[in-house]
């Protein structure tokens, strides 16, 4: 392989699963930029064409958005059937989507705790399955698990306005999950060469992000600074291709250095 | 950024202490591909496919000595003299481990000292002596090569009756360099420079000739039933050398096929 391409994805295709938050955004343009036919999801079907809109602008790029909920199997089955119809096969899953459930934090009704994992967990699980085996069966794939350093660490009170009043336990408990459910998968297809590692990220600093939560947020991390609009995209791109082909299971913080200390 | 610039070296100077080695050559070789220019500081000579780079003036080796500071300051001075700046070290040169009585039982202070010296010593010593020159250009990027073995114990039963053991100093020390990495994240970040360590799992060396048996039990120990490649560090290097890692700091990546992930 040319050392020069060798972070090219090229000829590859991607399913970036929830591209459409502020994380997927830069994921779903990444592995479009860096070369692959990158099909990107969401379960809002009122959506869909304004995300078709939005990903279409920049032509020089090949982004397809389509209508998938991951608590529905029969719409993952379908994706993955429309995928291989149209190319033969899936190189590249980006399990990136997320429901954030309990925003009442730690006293919400119990019920919303299983509300999440249906979501979270189980959905996660059944995609990772169902477009897994296909990697397991073409003997090749990288599957990108988006974590998050809230799978890392506990939460810290003093970064908000109410304390940990709001601090979602369910959005920790399966982060963390995430974390060694990657391991799981490296090892049960690792002998097929196909790949899974976790990427955990920091905060993302946005429009809507609070000016005093940005300043407190910043002390916590050692390079003194909220994450920006493109900070996740070298690291998709880098476990996406070939030059990481030793590397799985692993967890990579992309975080400023917020966990190192 | 277009994707191909993120990870692009363009006029970026590296030193990669061990450059010459098996590993090392690799990474020197995939700095040199995106464009970096490199110093290779190590005592023997660049394996021949280097020869053009040298001879086109991107790559420059200097004989240095990484148990030697009076070397290190030599080789950053002429780094810094043929090059005109500092922007990447890759700490990748250990020496020591796996002299003399190697066993947890026998091993003797002076064995002990020189094999911890030899893997985070170096990597202690060769930061020191760079930072000054990074702070010249404004920040940099640190990467330091740290061990499985830093993660993880050596499973003895892998190493059967081959008497190849893994001595109980390199360990400790590459454990230390992870720490070390950590250290320097917290403490350079202000000088804008980003330190991470990369835990290679199990590259052999070809030449050392290992027994089939041996490198059957290093590939099972692996989630990807295999050892790594010769090149397959150096993606790795050329990821966090770049801004394509420009909020990634203080941390360690294994690339060592799923080794320590069960």
């Known amino acids: ?261 | 950024m277009q994707m191909k610039e993120m990870f692009s070296l363009r006029g970026k100077t590296a030193v990669v202490t061990g450059g010459s080695g098996y590993l090392g050559s690799c990474m020197v070789e995939a700095m040199l591909a995106h464009g970096a220019n490199v110093t290779v500081a190590d005592p023997a000579e660049i394996p021949e496919r280097l020869f053009p780079y040298k001879e086109k003036g991107k790559l420059y080796h200097v004989r240095c000595d990484v148990s030697d500071t009076e070397s290190i300051c030599n080789m950053f001075e002429r780094s810094a003299d043929n090059f005109g700046q500092l922007d990447i070290l890759v700490n990748n040169a250990n020496y020591g481990a796996g002299y003399g009585d190697t066993g947890i039982d026998k091993m003797s202070d002076k064995v002990w000292d020189i094999g911890i010296d030899g893997s985070v010593g170096t990597a202690f010593r060769c930061t020191r002596e760079s930072i000054s020159y990074l702070r010249q250009n404004g920040g940099g990027s640190i990467v330091n090569i740290a061990s499985m073995y830093g993660m993880v114990s050596p499973n003895p039963g892998i190493y059967g009756s081959s008497e190849a053991n893994n001595p109980p100093n390199y360990g400790a020390g590459k454990s230390g360099v992870i720490q070390l990495t950590r250290y320097c994240a917290g403490h350079l970040a202000k000088d804008n420079i980003r330190a991470n360590s990369v835990s290679p799992g199990p590259f052999p060396k070809p030449s050392q000739e290992y027994d089939q048996d041996f490198q059957n039990n290093l590939a099972d120990k692996t989630m990807l039933k295999r050892v790594g490649e010769q090149h397959e560090v150096a993606g790795t290097i050329v990821f966090l050398a770049s801004s394509a890692s420009g909020y990634v700091t203080g941390v360690n990546i294994a690339v060592d096929g799923g080794w320590t992930a069960w």
């Not at chain 1, 479009?32 to 032509?59: C, M, N, P």
């Not at chain 1, 009043?165 to 690792?190: E, L, R």
């Not at chain 1, 692993?250 to 250095?257: E, F, H, L, R, T």
């Open chain 1, 1 to 261: 392989m040319n050392v020069l391409d060798s972070f090219s994805l090229k000829g590859k295709v991607a399913l970036v699963v929830g591209g459409t938050g502020l994380y997927g955004r830069q994921v779903t343009s990444a592995l479009a930029e860096a070369g692959a036919s990158t099909y990107v999801t969401t379960r809002h079907k009122d959506q869909l064409q304004d995300v078709k809109q939005e990903f279409k602008q920049d032509e020089s790029v090949d982004i397809h958005a389509l209508y998938m909920d991951q608590t529905k199997e029969d719409t993952t089955i379908k994706v993955r059937d429309n995928l291989l119809k149209e190319h033969g096969k899936i190189d590249i899953l980006v399990n990136n989507a997320v429901a954030r459930v309990m925003e009442t934090g730690w006293n919400s009704d119990t019920a919303q705790f299983s509300q999440s994992m249906e979501i979270n967990a189980t959905g996660m699980y059944s995609v990772t399955k169902i477009i897994g085996n296909v990697m397991y069966e073409q003997k090749s794939g990288s599957i990108i698990q988006m974590g998050s350093m809230m799978g890392m660490i506990g939460p810290d009170g003093w970064l908000y306005d109410e304390g940990l009043k709001d601090s979602p336990p369910d959005y920790f408990f399966h982060k963390g999950g995430m974390v060694n459910f990657t391991k799981y998968v490296a090892s049960y297809y690792g002998q097929s060469n196909v790949r899974c590692n976790c990427i955990s990220p920091g905060g993302i600093e946005s429009y809507r992000t609070p000016p005093e939560f940005v300043e407190r947020y910043n002390t916590r991390t050692m390079l003194n600074r909220m994450a920006n609009d493109t900070d996740i995209k070298g690291i998709i791109v880098f476990l996406a291709s070939d030059t990481s082909a030793y590397i799985t299971g692993a967890n990579i913080p992309v975080d400023g250095g917020y966990t190192a200390k």
